[in-house]
């Protein structure tokens, strides 16, 4: 995957996107994605 890195990528059931987390959703560090299968 690659993501224009802000930090972090909010994950829905539709899609993985990528954002700074200024959004009241959980979002996971970009580190955390080696292991996202």
């Known amino acids: 995957m690659n993501f224009k890195s802000r930090g972090c990528v909010f994950l829905s059931k539709a899609r993985i996107e990528d954002t700074d ?3 009241p959703y959980y979002c996971i ?3 955390k994605l080696d292991k996202f299968p």
Do not use: D, L, V
């Open 21 to 23: 987390c200024n959004i």
């Open 29 to 31: 560090c970009w580190k």
